[in-house]
Structure formats: C-alpha cells, structure tokens
C-alpha cells in the first residue's frame, strides 16, 4: 500500500509517526478519520503489528465500527478484536474478566437508566428524605456521573449544585452512599461505575495492568478533547510502560465542559507525556476559503490554544453573509426567504441547516415555519414549546384561561409531592370539574384537598392565579410566568432536571417572546396552531420529508456534521456568546461553540444579528453584534438586509 499517495503531507505524517505518544492536532474538515484509519492500516502493514494489538477508543460505537471495518477493507485483515469502542464498552469487557478484583461478581448486571433511577428513589425512601424538597433521582444521577468523571469531591459538587436551594446537601451524599452500597449488594453497576471501577482496577492491580500494557501495544483515541478526568488516567495505565498512544482531536472544538469534558487533557498532552510529537491537520476539505477565513479570524481570539490555520482546498465561492435584521421576527422571514432562495438554486432543504446558541433563540422561527408551512426537522431534540419546562409554565396560563382543563390541572398538580394521576383525578372531580383557580376561596377548598405533602408547594403559588384577576393581568402572560417560576418552579427546576439553567434560559426567553401578544388567550392560541400544525413531528419523518424539510439544532448537537448552507441566529451579546455561560466560565468556550458553528458549513453561511428585542415590560432593548462579529475584518463578510430586512 502507499501510503504517500493516498494521503496528504500532514496526513502522511500523522499516520507513519514513530513509536511513542504523538498528539494530532485535527482541525475541522481536515480527515481526521481518515488519517485514523490508514494510522490502524500503516501499523498493521508496516510495523507488522497484530490488530489484536491495537486498542481504538472513540466516543460512539458507530464511530469505532466505521473506522475499524475502513481499516479491515484496506489490510484484508480482521481488526476488532472485542475490546475496541467506547470508553465504556472496554471498561465493561475489562471487567467481565476481572469484577472479582474490585468486589463484584464477573456475572454483574449493568443497570439501565430506569433502573439506575427506581434504584436511587428507593435509597432515598429507605433514608426518609425531606421529599417536598429532594432531587430528582435523574438529577441526582447526572451529579453523580460528572463528579466521578471528573474525579472530584462530592461534597463539593453538591453543595455548589444545592447551595441556594432547600435541599439537605447531607441527606444526598447519605442517598450516594446507600446508593454504592445497594449496587454492590446487588453485583450490579451503573453506566458510570464501568469506568470508575475499571479505572480502580488498573490502578491497583499490578498484574492485570501489566497483562493489559503488554496486550495493547498501541493504543489511539479519537476525540481526546472531549475527554474527562476518569478517561484520560485510565488512558494513561494502559499505556504507561510502552508510550505508543496516538490521540486525535481538536482543542478548538471542545465545547463541552458542562458535562465534564476538560480539554485540558488535550492542551497539556505534552506535559503529561513528555517528548510527545504533535502534528497538525490544518488542510480543509469542507468549506470554501471565504468561510474558512471567518473561522480563522474568530477563534485567534483565543490565546490558550494550538494556533493552527485552516487552509482550504476548494475555490473561492461567494463571501459569507452579515445579516444585521430589526428582530427575531424579520430574523425568521430572512432565514426562511434565503433557504428557499437557495432551494431554488438546487441546494435541498435537507441540506440546509439552521443552528442556535440555546432553544429559546429558534422560538420565533419555529412559529414562521409552522405559518409558512414550511417542513423543518429539530435535529437536538423536541420542539420549543413541545420541551416538558415550557410545558409546565404554559400550563398555569391554560388553566386561568380554562378551568375546565383536567389535563392542565393534572400537569400542574402532579409537580407536587405526593399527587399522581388518580390523585390529582380525584381531586378535579371533587372539585367539581371546573377549579376557577382566581377566586381566593377556590384555593382553600383545593388546599384542603391536596395531600398534606404538597399544601405548602401549593400555597406558595396560589397569589399567582389570584393576582390575574385583582391586578389585571390577561393582558401580560409572561409576568405569570415570570412570578410562577420565582415564586415555585425556579427550585422545582434544580430539583427535577439536570440541565435546569439552560432550562431557566429557555423560560427568561419566553417571557421575553410573550410580549408580541396582546393577551393570554391570543398566546395560547398561537402555540396551539404551532402545535397541531406540527403534530406530526413526533414520528420519524419518510424518505421525502425528509429530503424536504430544513434542519433546525443546537451548535452542541450539531458538532461532528456538516451542510451546504448554514444560518447561525442571534449572533448578539449575551446571546451567542451566553451571558450565562460567560459569568461562569468567561468567553473562551463560547467562541469555540462559535467556531464549531461556522465550520458546518460548506458553500454558504449566514450569521445573523437582530437589532432589538422587545423585554416583558414592554420595552425594547437594543442588542449589541456579537464580539464575534466584531473580530472578524467587513471584507470577510456580504452585508445583508440594511438592518430591515
């Protein structure tokens, strides 16, 4: 095989490296798989070493499979020999073999999600937790799985999860250990102990680590960057005595620390493997050099990196768009103008994508689909307003408009400690089957109701439906909302989802949204044409829907795919970069996510600014260009729209 031919300089390279750690340093559409893979055949053809020899670890099982049949059809040899995939699929193989050294059975059982959560809600009942204020078992499990990837105290982590909250921080670290008590009991693991108990294994156990160093003689990494603690270090025993680790990724596309990746790893590679080789894939097969230059331009912005350029392969095409609009409104008709525009000139709708910092930014274009009765398909899970958080607060407005709403009453009802389905069914029918929930003594009558658990939650909320009437509030939907949340929803959204402040980020932009309506009824109303008109997106779209219908997601889902065209909404401070995510953690991360959001598009790319947004108390706030669009040079960029598009 030659490989010289095949590939190109820095491939070539990367792919014949000596033995030894060596960091490939692969920036967007520049092959890293490819590279990956002819790596797998140059050690099998040319270092003479057995596939059996080679340990690949990636992140998906889809990918591992790819990458390893690739590298069969190249060498005509087998290459998986079972241990090969996930982080998680190895720690488990490991394991089957040698559960007995960490004090588990090697028949253990793996508890799935469900499970996992029946498991941790019965340690809670055992200890009696306070339930009117304990997380969920979910949340609870999310904790849990971040703290141990990333090796770090728990008490810590649950005093910062909890501290401006009710929650007994010691009651959960006694459910934690109940928890890790009553799997072992049980010789089961959860998806998360594969990995702590694998790594304990190795690192205490002279014999079996040297077995498995001597096993893998080499072992690669795809997507290093987005490794945790727990990876990297149980990455580093298996391959302490010969060195041969190859890892690939890139450092400017690691977007995801909230879930405990620390692209630190990555960075710092040759600190903790001195004398490592770094090469650098900068050769770009995917976008033209226009948006490649506005990639480059932004992410130099970051200065604790691997400076790298993107080079690119194909020629000059048109510049990407600056499309500098009044609002989210004339943002959605600009967006869905241009992607028919493009469909004309022959660019399917399937190809066009349409990304966004958090859900709430697409609200309004989600709608303008629904009106124009243009097909769409959200590629990071359900629509806005089908997510269970906008549910839940839209539920208070339906009930005000609509007393007779059983539904509405049993989805606000069964939020409280001790209401199930029949309970709150039994309570509606008590009640007579129309609960006019502004009246004050309609509160009392439902307070006497409820079981004694949940009356306390429920008194916090009723001045909320009182204040609709006394203070004539049909006309303000989001100042319900707004006080429902503060007043109860806030603390229910720490204790019931693990992601609950961009959930909160969600519900502040629909607060926002609300005020383009007149009244409460004509919001409800809105969402309720937007919904039946998309009642179909709950099935799998066919064929044709399919090849017909736009893509809608988050930058964070969309990393690792790519379109023709690309439309990039609410480039605005605190917007995209998050206000949020930069008091937290400052911009660097945020402009990664951004870069990771150019770099999907291939042909045509449209970064789009609004000029203002109208706030709940019915003002209008200007909104400032992203920082990112200021570090980008004009001629990079077409100016679009005139600011009214």
Known sequence: MNFKDELNDEQYAAVTAPDGAALVVAAAGTGKTRTLIYRLAYLATEKNVQPWEVLLLTFTNKAAKEMLTRAETLVQRRFNSGYSGTFHSFANRLLRSHAD?????????????????????????????????????????????VTSGRMGDLSVAVEEQFEYTEVDAEDVLKVHSKYQQRKKDSNSMDFDDLLIYA???LAENERTRTFYQEEFKYVLVDEYQDTNAIQAALVNLLVKTHGNLMVVGDDFQSIYSWRGADFRNFLDFEKFYPGAQTFKLQINYRSTPEILEVAN??????????????????????????????????????????????????????????????????????????????????????RFFEQAHIKDVCTVLKLLINPSDELAFARLTEMFPKVGKKTSLKIFRKLGGRINLQRPEIHEELIA????????????????????????????????????????????????????KFRQEDIDGLIDFTVKFESTESFLSEIALLTNLDANGEKAPSEEEDRNSIRLSTVHQAKGLEWKAVFILFVNEEMFPSKKAIEEAGDAEERRLFYVAVTRAEDELFICSPMVRRQRDGGMIFLEPSRFISEIPEDCLRQDGGGFY
């Open 449 to 500: 109701a409820l079981p004694a658990a949940a009356r306390e939650g429920w008194g916090q909320i009723k001045d909320v439906f009182i204040a609709y009437r006394e203070e004539n509030l049909s006309n303000d939907p989001g100042e319900i909302i707004f006080r429902f949340v503060k007043a109860f929803y806030k603390e229910y959204m720490v204790e019931n989802f693990d992601n609950h």
């Open 199 to 201: 790594h304990k294994l």
């Open 297 to 382: 331009e932004v992410i130099t912005g970051n200065p604790d990196q691997f400076q790298k350029e993107l080079q690119a392969v194909r020629e000059s095409d048109a510049l990407p768009h600056l499309a500098k609009l009044r609002d989210g409104s004339v943002q959605a008709r600009y967006v869905i103008g241009k992607a028919r525009e493009l469909n004309r000139k022959g660019i399917p709708l399937s190809e066009i994508c349409v990304l966004y910092r958090s859900h709430f930014h697409a609200m309004e274009l989600q709608m303008e689909l629904a009106r124009e009765q243009m097909p769409y398909i959200v590629t990071s899970g359900v």
């Open 101 to 145: 050294s960490v004090g588990f059975g090697k028949d253990f059982t793996i508890l799935d999600a469900d499970d996992a959560k029946k498991l941790v809600r019965a340690c809670s009942e055992e200890i009696g937790v306070d339930k009117k204020h304990f997380p969920k078992p979910d949340v609870l499990l999310s904790l849990f799985g």
